[in-house]
């Protein structure tokens, strides 16, 4: 298994990069869950504004069982980016096993009403993760 924690993607003029950590304060393996958080910051290094609308996900376990998720926005928001601006916030996936991995897409918006989608790369939770460099 690789140990990618972290993963940086452009697509579209916008790079999204996702650092992950395991949070064992909130973990109780014991009882199969592991908790883990991870950043992702939105940087518009295009040339033109653009509106997040909504998210993808594929996560998997380490059994290969795979769970997607999907929804408006990202933490209750849609947040639009001009020309070099960046967004950044921090959510979280509990798994039932010590690993697992992320990756999906989020679907924007261009000014003129143009939909496409960006990819999230994908990295790694895992209980071997460090706090956010």
């Known amino acids: 298994m690789s140990n990618t924690l972290h993963s940086d993607t452009i697509t579209h003029g916008i790079r999204v990069i996702a650092d992950a950590r395991y949070v064992p304060e909130r973990s109780h393996p014991e009882e199969g869950y592991y908790f ?3 950043k992702i910051t939105l940087k518009n290094e295009g040339t033109e504004w653009a509106q997040l609308l909504s998210r993808y ?3 998997i376990n380490a059994n290969g069982d795979r769970d997607e998720v999907k ?3 990202v933490i ?5 980016l001009a020309p070099g601006e960046s967004f950044e916030y921090t959510s979280f996936c509990p798994l039932n096993t010590e690993w697992g991995t992320m990756e999906g897409t989020y679907r924007m918006k261009r000014e003129d009403g143009e939909e496409f989608d960006i ?14 460099g």
């Open 36 to 38: 883990f958080s991870y």
């Open 57 to 59: 996900w594929i996560i």
């Open 71 to 73: 929804g408006p926005g």
């Open 76 to 80: 209750g928001q849609h947040p639009g």
């Open 119 to 132: 990819n999230i790369g994908r990295f790694y939770l895992t209980t071997t993760a460090q706090v956010y």
